[in-house]
């Protein structure tokens, strides 16, 4: 019966709610579009103009762009009835009144049109600032995707870039809608690690779910900003372990805290609640839902609470789980809202997917205090994609707004003009000049999809290498080159999949085994990654460091052709595949292999070059289990001279990212050396460095390694395969190290060579215990026995970045162009055949 009643109660508050229109913010911008139809269409109460009425302030330049509808049958909804077709690089612009957060939201439907085949169109989408969609394929299915986006001009502009076979892309409708700036506030807590994150008031959002707790689905006309909440059934793992509640007219807001913008009364009067204990075999549980998202973006997690199930204040004690971690412990929601019952309340996160097939999971559970009835809520739950990467396409519209604007803009172009005629005379000036002195000259590679034309013969392998401004970018291969060398990239020959796309083993004409990386355009990296893996390997060369063979620009691909690395990832000899264990020793090897290379990025020349991207994954061992560090796409710059950190979005590896760059969006090497020490953990304990399978306090390596270091008792969670081969000074040695480099601030932590010292050291107290038992343990701690690599690592700062530099560590053997020097010449000479 109580079931019944509470259906009941459901169906009349759904009732109820499509009956009334919600009234509440008024945009300022407020636009609204049906593309491609000829006539204005009303969806939920609002008017989509069509494309043939649009107002002065929409601006739209579409080359070739056809209008197509759906047959007349189709029973599609009236916005995806019609789409404006484009087959070239298209845009609309629109005015902007009041800078600040913006709803842009783009509607897509394939459906069958008169002579075109939209279900094959490929495209990208962004505006003037931000990458919104990149080689996107719509689904067979209407789909809206929504991005909330921080305007700070006058104008927005969204172009759309055909891209595949078909050349074409669509769009069904648009809108651009102001928000509320406080919609979205500028700080939120981290889960792992946990602490303040800032900056989210400048982040550019994707939503990818808006759900609904214990309610009914609530549509646009419900929402006073027009958004969709769904149901929350789907979603939950065991809905037999919660029940629904319903209290919509109790909700109350408090001065200063969330409003009807932020959440409709709809979402804070429902909630999903821990099922009766007396229900349940067993008396303590959690209440999980679980989300399919990417693996390697940052999310921001809004977690919306409203206590309409307690009877009096402070009697609702529960914990908040995102993933395995605490996102909230001990809850107590009347403490947020000064003791009154039913008062909106929501809380902000940033995680990455909390498992490593692309899961992102959130779990209520009652409070380890005995003594407190086991209960808990939640009421709704956004989660909204940060971080968009990907390189952004302009079209802009022809004319203008006003006289005004055109004559300044003549004025400006003008004066632009000359500069530029200037500048350009001193460039031809001083290019003829440097020709006298140097044969190569600088040759940008055509990272914009234009065709690469090879030089020679027909069956040539590729291309002479463009020279950069430091030395050779190697070799351009044409695509006919690669294709072959990976049998037309047979997925057997895979052997790594990664952020930027799959990695094959190759095998050229003569030969030559290679690694070929090849960028999948629906990755989130593309083309800054691609171009900055060129620009630096074409300058470094250090025998811990992967060459860069050549590359592929040909048409829209990204292909980058590196040495083979025989052994693989370091990450594979430690866990999840069946490659041979590594001793005790040839993992300290590895480690002081990667720590040479780090070293050499950090202290090679003037300014540093920070990885940002250091794991066990991009660490690469060659057929003598030499260790090379790999994967340059997310590399930066150091800071200047006069500044201490690089002020830049958070990109990296959930797991290892440290913990301050992640707070502050400051990187400096420092957060190379917090990811460095997490891969030391990670080769002590060989297991993952998130593992949500694990106990709650084991998920984090990082967290779980330094509990067991500050007792005193790190040889408890050594790889059991090592059991009885370490020796208990080389290991108390690296676990000072690891805790030193996982310090939560950059200044505590030591320098890569410093790191490097320690590891070389920890090396010689291990192979003195191996070679000559206790006397040559104490025979080594004499410093004088490491004077040779001291002296090496004071020369480091000496030496050069550039290609053929010495080398900063372990003598001539550390440059890599004794070996990589055969692999030019013999394609100098295939070229030649």
């Known amino acids: 019966m109580a079931i019944k009643s509470y259906e009941l109660a459901l169906f009349l508050l759904?009732?109820?709610?499509?009956?009334?229109?919600?009234?509440?913010?008024?945009?300022?911008?407020?636009?609204?579009?049906?593309?491609?139809?000829?006539?204005?269409?009303?969806?939920?109460?609002?008017?989509?103009?069509?494309?043939?009425?649009?107002?002065?302030?929409?601006?739209?330049?579409?080359?070739?762009?056809?209008?197509?509808?759906?047959?007349?049958?189709?029973?599609?909804?009236?916005?995806?009835?019609?789409?404006?077709?484009?087959?070239?690089p298209s845009s609309y612009s629109f005015a902007i009144t009041k800078p600040g957060r913006h709803f842009v939201r783009l509607y897509f439907f394939p459906f069958a049109a008169q002579s075109h085949n939209l279900s094959a169109?490929?495209?990208?989408?962004?505006?003037?600032?931000?990458?919104?969609?990149?080689?996107?394929?719509?689904?067979?299915?209407?789909?809206?995707?929504?991005?909330?986006?921080?305007?700070?001009?006058?104008?927005?502009?969204?172009?759309?870039?055909?891209?595949?076979?078909?050349?074409?892309?669509?769009?069904?409708?648009?809108?651009?809608?102001?928000?509320?700036?406080?919609?979205?506030?500028?700080?939120?807590?981290?889960?792992?690690?946990?602490?303040?994150?800032?900056?989210?008031?400048?982040?550019?959002?994707?939503?990818?779910?808006?759900?609904?707790?214990?309610?009914?689905?609530?549509?646009?006309?419900?929402?006073?900003?027009?958004?969709?909440?769904?149901?929350d059934k789907s979603f939950l793992l065991n809905a037999n372990l919660s029940t629904s509640v319903a209290n919509v007219n109790a909700v109350q807001h408090m001065q200063g805290g969330p409003t009807q913008d932020t959440a409709p009364d709809t979402v804070y009067g429902t909630c999903t609640r821990l099922a009766n204990v007396s229900t349940t075999a067993s008396p303590r549980f959690n209440v999980t839902w679980q989300f399919d998202v990417d693996a390697a973006p940052l999310y921001l997690v809004r977690l919306h609470f409203c206590d309409i199930v307690s009877q009096a204040s402070y009697n609702l004690l529960f914990n908040v789980y995102i993933g395995n971690s605490f996102a909230l412990q001990e809850l107590d929601l009347s403490s947020l809202t000064l003791g009154s019952l039913a008062t909106a309340v929501y809380r902000d996160f940033v995680t990455g997917a909390t498992d490593p097939s692309g899961k992102l999971s959130v779990s209520i559970g009652p409070s380890a205090d005995p003594n407190v009835m086991a209960d808990g809520i939640l009421n709704g739950l956004e989660i909204m994609r940060m971080n968009t990467t990907g390189s952004v396409s302009v079209v802009t519209p022809p004319g203008s707004r006003s006289k005004l604007g055109a004559t300044v803009g003549a004025v400006v172009g003008a004066v632009a003009v000359a500069v530029l005629a200037v500048l350009l005379l001193l460039w031809f000036r001083r290019r003829k000049l440097s020709r006298k002195y140097q044969s190569k000259t600088w040759l940008p590679f055509s990272v914009t999809g234009a065709t690469t034309h090879s030089v020679g013969s027909g069956g040539s392998n590729g291309t002479a290498g463009a020279s950069g401004q430091n030395g050779s970018f190697g070799y351009r291969f044409s695509f006919a080159a690669v294709n072959e060398a990976t049998n037309s990239f047979d997925e057997s020959w895979v052997i790594g999949v990664g952020g930027f796309g799959k990695v094959y083993k190759g095998v050229m004409a003569d030969e030559t085994q290679v690694a070929v990386k090849r960028g999948n355009p629906k990755s989130?990296?593309?083309?800054?990654?691609?171009?900055?893996?060129?620009?630096?390997?074409?300058?470094?060369?250090?025998?811990?460091?992967?060459?860069?063979?050549?590359?592929?620009?040909?048409?829209?691909?990204?292909?980058?052709?590196?040495?083979?690395?025989?052994?693989?990832?370091?990450?594979?000899?430690?866990?999840?595949?069946?490659?041979?264990?590594?001793?005790?020793?040839?993992?300290?090897?590895?480690?002081?292999?990667?720590?040479?290379?780090?070293?050499?990025?950090?202290?090679?020349?003037?300014?540093?070059?920070?990885?940002?991207?250091?794991?066990?994954?991009?660490?690469?061992?060659?057929?003598?289990?030499?260790?090379?560090?790999?994967?340059?796409?997310?590399?930066?710059?150091?800071?200047?001279?006069?500044?201490?950190?690089?002020?830049?979005?958070?990109?990296?590896?959930?797991?290892?990212?440290?913990?301050?760059?992640?707070?502050?969006?400051?990187?400096?090497?420092?957060?190379?050396?917090?990811?460095?020490?997490?891969?030391?953990?990670?080769?002590?304990?060989?297991?993952?460095?998130?593992?949500?399978?694990?106990?709650?306090?084991?998920?984090?390596?990082?967290?779980?390694?330094?509990k067991w270091q500050a007792r005193g008792e790190l040889d408890q969670i050594v790889d059991a395969r090592l059991a009885g081969s370490v020796q208990p000074e080389s290991l108390r040695k690296f676990g000072e190290t690891v805790e030193k480099c996982l310090s939560d601030y950059g200044v505590d932590r030591p320098s890569m060579g410093d790191v490097l010292w320690n590891l070389e050291y920890a090396l010689q107290l291990q192979q003195a215990a191996e070679e000559g038992g206790a006397s040559g343990a104490n025979s080594i701690n004499s410093i004088a026995g490491l004077s040779a690599q001291v002296q090496n690592m004071a020369a480091a700062a000496e030496s050069p970045l550039l290609l053929g530099a010495s080398p900063v560590l372990g003598g001539a053997d550390d440059l890599s162009d004794v070996s990589m020097s055969r692999v030019f010449s013999q394609l100098i000479k295939s070229e030649g055949r």
């Open 14 to 88: 759904s009732a109820a709610c499509f009956l009334c229109s919600c009234k509440g913010y008024t945009p300022p911008d407020n636009y609204l579009i049906d593309c491609g139809s000829s006539a204005n269409t009303v969806v939920d109460g609002r008017t989509f103009l069509s494309d043939s009425s649009l107002p002065s302030t929409v601006t739209v330049t579409a080359p070739g762009s056809v209008f197509v509808n759906a047959s007349q049958n189709s029973v599609s909804p009236a916005l995806y009835r019609t789409a404006r077709v484009l087959s070239a």
């Open 121 to 231: 169109a490929t495209f990208s989408v962004s505006t003037q600032d931000a990458p919104l969609l990149g080689g996107f394929r719509p689904g067979a299915s209407p789909a809206m995707k929504e991005f909330s986006l921080n305007l700070t001009g006058d104008s927005l502009i969204v172009t759309f870039v055909p891209s595949g076979p078909a050349g074409l892309a669509f769009v069904n409708a648009m809108e651009v809608v102001s928000v509320p700036d406080d919609l979205i506030g500028d700080t939120a807590q981290t889960v792992i690690p946990k602490g303040p994150y800032a900056g989210l008031a400048e982040q550019p959002l994707e939503t990818i779910y808006r759900v609904n707790m214990g309610g009914p689905m609530v549509g646009p006309s419900q929402d006073t900003l027009s958004r969709t909440w769904l149901p």
């Open 524 to 706: 989130q990296q593309g083309l800054n990654e691609f171009r900055t893996e060129i620009e630096l390997l074409s300058r470094l060369r250090h025998r811990h460091l992967v060459s860069l063979i050549g590359f592929c620009d040909e048409g829209n691909e990204m292909i980058l052709v590196y040495e083979y690395m025989e052994k693989g990832t370091l990450k594979s000899h430690l866990y999840g595949s069946d490659f041979p264990n590594l001793s005790w020793r040839q993992r300290l090897e590895a480690c002081i292999g990667a720590a040479r290379g780090l070293h050499y990025l950090h202290t090679g020349s003037a300014k540093a070059i920070i990885h940002r991207d250091v794991k066990s994954a991009n660490i690469l061992l060659d057929g003598n289990l030499l260790a090379k560090v790999a994967d340059f796409g997310l590399s930066k710059t150091g800071p200047e001279l006069d500044q201490t950190h690089v002020s830049t979005a958070v990109k990296g590896s959930f797991g290892y990212l440290d913990p301050e760059y992640f707070r502050r969006q400051q990187l400096t090497e420092k957060s190379d050396v917090y990811s460095f020490g997490v891969v030391l953990l990670e080769v002590l304990c060989a297991r993952p460095v998130i593992d949500p399978t694990l106990p709650r306090e084991m998920v984090n390596l990082a967290e779980w390694g330094m």
